[in-house]
């Protein structure tokens, strides 16, 4: 055989041993001071670089995170709050505030924790690490009016994907959203399942251990043609083909995220009636319905250590730190503290959200 053939061969095989008949998946978790994340304020390196965000984040990883990031900068954080060392990868998503139904203040809303799980998808691809420095975005900052579905839609073949949802574990299972809501003035409930929907729930979350959640669904499909810097371009959710799920031709497969970001509203159930109509929280760019929330990363990965858990682990929910043979090895306690370009103010309530975003949707803002 010709040493071309055998290279070819050689591809054919590896390609062929490495496409995935069933998803695995492991959950990325961060050590992180009780209640904050790594760091907070008005940083977006992605929409806004090098200037202050129109809104506050809340951000978790690598120590190199700014309000400007480039190529693999990330890679050389001298420490990260994720529990896997060689992941340098940053995290981040907008900051929920309380809205005092007595004066209209303002309270940030602790974060009770955050994990992200990497869904390694049944694919007839091969799977690889994300590039460093690959910038991603999903969701729409804009958006105040709802979605088609109060469901989670990842199939591009069926319409408009549907990336975001809220989750409200709740005493009783009472209605998270009013019956005969159209999303125009409170939120959607998704049709499969009673604990979540489109837009914040108009209930108080009170299960022990799982106050509200907000999910947040990446794409896994990226163009190397459009460059890791293009975030509106780069990425698109894969189609399906039988049971398996394949990226278009020509594109990588790279992992599943999907973020899971708990919030501690536990202090603020006394602060507010429930009505079965309306809600107190607001999302820090003012908006009112959380059909914008939106999810943000750029990639820190070490490609190596990356593709090995691709390869190798189905951790599931024990977490990627129980994933065998981890190069680099386990991050068992360091909080990383990221410094702040833009912090939010220090004061417990505010009269306006940081940036002075007003407030939209449902009724308000001309929404």
Sequence with gaps: MKPVAVVSFLVTLIAVTFAKDSRTFA???FNNEPGKFSTEGRMDPIVS???PAGHSHGVMGGHNFGLTVQGDQLLES????AMIKNDKSNYWVPDLWFQSPRNSTFKKVPLFYMQVYYFFDATNDVIKPFPPGLKMVIGD???RTPPATGAIQLDPSRGAIQPVQWVCPANGDPNRYPVDSDGTRAGLQDPTDRGAGAGFPVINCDIAGAPLRQDIHFPSCYNPAA???????NMVFPTPNGNKFDCPKGWTHLPHLFYEVYYDTTPFANEWTRDGQTQ???LSNGDRTGYSSHGDMISGWDTITLQAIIDGCDAGNDGM???PRLIGGINTSDRCKIDSAVPNPRDEWLTALPGNNPLSGWGVGGV
């Design 280 to 282: 107190p929280y607001v």
């Design 321 to 323: 730190d129980k994933c």
């Design 141 to 143: 900052s804009s958006k």
């Design 227 to 233: 460059g890791i810097d293009d975030h509106k371009n």
């Design 49 to 51: 670089p090098g200037a």
């Design 78 to 81: 001298n420490c990260t709050n």
């Design 27 to 29: 959950v990325l978790r």
